[in-house]
């Protein structure tokens, strides 16, 4: 089974720009989660998509959005974006149902700088 | 409320000794899971180990073993035998349903040095 993928894998803008993420889950995966990481703030988590509805949101201000498609592919879209927003941004997948066999699995992440 | 404390923010230890990384968690749930997980420098999260909340077993895995308690809200990793490769970040995670929606809490990781 192919894993959790992610593009791209490095990205440089400059301030006011706007970015988009893409994430691909493991096949048969509904859910996915995206977090941001930074040396200062750690893992913080972004927002999790099922079905195409946003089903949790984490504490980041509107610029931060997201979306998935009925393919489960997610994208993630950072507007005006600012120095801080640099980091490193993973995306994971899971089949998002209840139960034990729910596990979140990690894609290699992009790491954007804002310059 | 749910959280998950790793209070080890950096560990250094020497090739070959055993490490334990530590892992307290609070949730007011009676079903939800545990988990660890690997970052090494590369920047995947590489997932090790889940437990749910109906299994205290510990478990083992090669150098890695687990430590499940629910008495004190523990769930610790041994490494044993460290080795340079062990490097990494590792986290532990708890996904508990809490308010209806569940969703998965992280730590603020450890950072592991095995030294040469």
């Known amino acids: 089974k192919a894993g959790v993928t992610q593009t791209p894998r490095y990205l440089i803008k400059t301030r006011g720009q706007q970015v988009t993420l893409s994430c691909s889950p493991i096949?048969?995966?509904?859910?996915v989660s995206w977090y941001q990481q930074t040396p200062g703030q750690g893992l913080q988590f972004l927002f999790e998509y099922f079905s195409e509805t946003q089903r949790n949101k984490g504490n980041f201000p509107g610029r931060f959005s997201g979306r998935q498609f009925s393919n489960s592919r997610s994208e993630m879209n950072v507007s005006t974006l600012e120095l801080g927003d640099s980091a490193l941004y993973l995306c994971?997948?899971?089949?998002?149902?209840?139960?034990?066999?729910?596990?979140?699995?990690f894609g290699p992440g992009t790491r954007l700088t804002v310059l | 409320a749910q959280k998950v404390t790793q209070a080890q923010t950096e560990i250094s230890v020497v090739e070959k000794e055993d490490v334990t990384l530590d892992c307290v968690y609070e949730?007011?749930?009676?079903?939800?899971?545990l988990f660890w997980y690997k970052q090494p420098p590369s920047g995947e999260l590489v997932f090790l180990i889940r437990r749910n909340s109906f299994d205290e077993q510990n478990e083992i895995s090669g150098r890695y073993s687990w430590n499940f308690q629910k008495s004190t809200s523990s769930f610790n990793f041994t490494i044993t035998a460290s080795q340079v490769v062990d490097s990494a970040v590792y986290f532990c995670?708890?996904?508990?349903?809490?308010?209806?929606?569940?969703?998965?809490?992280f730590g603020t990781g450890t950072r592991l040095k095995v030294l040469a």
């Open positions: 994971a997948s899971s089949s998002g149902l209840a139960g034990n066999t729910d596990t979140q699995y």
């Open positions: 096949s048969g995966h509904r859910s």
């Open positions: 949730t007011r749930d009676t079903t939800y899971y």
């Open positions: 995670a708890l996904r508990s349903s809490g308010s209806g929606t569940y969703k998965y809490i």
